[in-house]
């Protein structure tokens, strides 16, 4: 199985609204999983400008999913499902 | 080319206050630059006002144009005298440099100035003039042409002085001590810039006095005539998006030190120059988004944070303990001569949500205010371009 992909939006309006307190994750995913999870921040997922689509900032993109007003609480429940789901 | 120009000082020990005063100015629309450096009698407050004064005075005679040697008889005149010694007195350079290179100096008292080129001092020739009122009083007329990488550099006799009454040194630091320095450190660093050149004497003039107290004032001012550096700075997309990979070859073709701020932005050269963008996220939470990598980019940055920030430490000085985003982007400002700013105009509506818990500036209102301070404290060249 491939390395499940966690990105961190770290554009001006995800950064205000909690991304700042998401880079927490650069710690914990790899402590946690650390042969299962890579975790990036990217300048910018170029979600916010689409206004009539995104408007819950913080973004994080896991593989291809979008998880929208990202905690860090959000993110780790995400990862542990992809996981179990793969386990199956 | 480009002038640069510093002067690093240092008190006399004890003094609450500087008794050299040194004053520069530029003329973009002329060209030219004037710098005065004056060391006035005595030390601490007196001396600053004598010093001030003088300074202040011959910039302003010489910006008007008038003869070198009325303005010191007037400004000699207005002196106010010392109680002590019942002497008005204060010493004076002053250089009046065009970008082309020609630079009129005009000395009197302070140690004779050095003038480097090519790793040699030379030795320029000079016409004296008399003051007609005040005996002793001569001023030296020195007429140069300088070329690209010549510098210049005035001190004040806290420098030449330095050391006075050290067992090895007798008569002090003297001009050929100071010139041994300057020869050795730019050997070291031929491409030194003119405000650590001033510093390293400085700090070498303190260090040679006995108990490292400074005797007298000290005053450094180096003048160096350079290529300027240029600097491009890309923030926010371009409003017609069309144009995108236009504006993202010429900021890949530019000369001179590049920087992105934005994560659009830095998405949208990634995308139109096919450079990956690599983003650090190992900062501490709740601070400025951090820095990213990109070949060929020697910058790149968060957009409207990250300028806000840096304006506010422009405006008031770096006083943060950690050195973030902004720290960096302000060091990559200061560190250039000729600043372009590319700015897109296309707006993210998502700043504008009220439920932004900050308030976002509009990032031409922050580019104006950052363009204004750049030029107006750190007499820098901007340019600011909307796209």
Redesign the interface.
């Known amino acids: 199985m491939s390395k499940i992909e966690v990105k961190?939006?770290?554009?001006?309006?995800c950064?205000?609204?909690g991304?700042?307190?998401l880079?927490?994750l650069?710690e914990i995913l790899p402590a946690k999983y650390p042969d299962t999870v890579d975790v990036?921040?990217?300048?910018?997922l170029?979600l916010?400008?689409n206004?009539s689509k995104?408007?819950n900032?913080p973004y994080v993109k896991i593989n291809d999913e979008i998880i929208s007003d990202a905690t860090t609480e959000k993110v780790l429940k995400h990862i542990e499902r992809l996981l179990e789901d793969g386990q199956e | 080319m480009f002038i640069d120009i510093d002067c690093a000082q240092e008190k006399k020990y004890g003094q609450n206050t500087y008794g050299d005063k040194f004053l520069s100015k530029r003329y973009p629309e002329k060209g030219e630059l004037i710098a005065v450096l004056s060391d006035g009698l005595g030390s601490g407050i007196k001396a600053n006002i004598l010093a001030s004064m003088t300074a202040t005075m011959l910039l302003k005679f010489v910006e008007a144009g008038r003869s070198i040697k009325r303005t010191c008889e007037v400004v000699m005149n207005a002196l106010p005298v010392c109680e002590v010694r019942k002497i008005s007195y204060s010493t004076f350079s002053v250089a009046v440099c065009t970008e082309e290179g020609d630079v009129k100096i005009v000395e009197e008292g302070n140690p004779q100035f050095v003038y480097i080129s090519d790793g040699k001092v030379i030795e320029p020739e000079f016409t004296v003039i008399d003051s007609e009122t005040f005996k002793n009083r001569h001023m030296h007329v020195y007429k140069l042409k300088l070329k690209l990488g010549d510098r210049l550099v005035f001190c004040s006799d806290g420098v030449t002085q330095a050391g006075l009454g050290n067992p090895e040194l007798k008569l002090g630091l003297r001009r050929s001590g100071l010139i041994k320095c300057l020869l050795e450190r730019l050997q070291e660093k031929p491409d030194i810039s003119s405000s650590e050149l001033s510093k390293y004497i400085v700090r070498i003039a303190c260090n040679t006095e006995v108990d490292r107290h400074a005797k007298d004032d000290i005053s450094c001012c180096v003048i160096h005539y350079r290529e300027p550096r240029k600097a491009l700075i890309f923030t926010g997309p371009p409003y017609h998006m069309e144009k995108d990979r236009q504006y993202a070859l010429e900021f890949k073709n530019a000369e001179g030190k590049k920087a992105i701020c934005?994560?659009?932005t830095?998405?949208l050269i990634s995308r139109e120059l096919n450079i990956p963008?690599?983003?650090?996220?190992?900062?501490?939470?709740?601070?400025l988004?951090?820095v990213?990598k990109m070949e060929g980019v020697d910058l790149?940055t968060?957009?409207?944070?990250t300028l806000t920030r840096t304006v506010e430490y422009l405006e008031n000085g770096f006083k943060d303990k950690e050195k973030n985003a902004a720290y960096e982007l302000m060091e990559f400002l200061l560190n250039s001569d000729c600043i372009e700013f590319m700015v897109g105009a296309k707006l993210?509506?998502?700043?504008y949500?009220p439920?932004?818990?900050?308030e976002?500036e509009i990032r031409k209102n922050i580019i104006k205010k950052m363009a204004k301070i750049l030029e107006d404290k750190y007499i820098k060249k901007v340019i600011v371009r909307y796209i």
């Open positions: 961190i939006c770290m554009g001006t309006t950064f205000v609204m991304a700042s307190h880079q927490e650069v990036m921040g990217v300048p910018c170029d916010c400008s206004e995104y408007t900032a | 934005g994560g659009t830095a998405n963008v690599k983003c650090d996220i190992t900062g501490s939470v709740g601070k988004p951090a990213s790149v968060e957009g409207i944070l993210n509506q998502a700043h949500d439920n932004l818990p900050i976002i």
